[in-house]
């Protein structure tokens, strides 16, 4: 429930998605135990535009700019 409440909270007030998940870093830091991490990918969609952007938190990349593609594992 504490990661819900969280993530609504931080969802609200994000304008990018590097920074939601600077913010739930944040928020994650103070409340994890030692030794705990979370893993994270988040798709910000700009209502009304062609554009989906993509931040990892956690996780290596599943885009390869090389490639033009999602990879998928």
């Known amino acids: 429930m504490l990661l819900k409440a969280n993530f609504q909270e931080a969802a609200e007030s994000a304008q990018e998605p590097h920074g939601f998940l ?7 830091h103070r ?6 991490f979370v893993a994270a990918t988040f ?3 700009e209502h009304g535009q062609p554009v989906v952007r993509l931040s990892n938190a956690g996780l290596p990349y599943p885009y390869r700019a090389s490639k033009r593609r999602a990879e998928v594992r």
């Open 43 to 45: 798709l910000w969609f």
């Open 31 to 36: 409340f994890l135990p030692s030794g705990m």
């Open 22 to 28: 600077e913010k739930m870093n944040g928020v994650l």
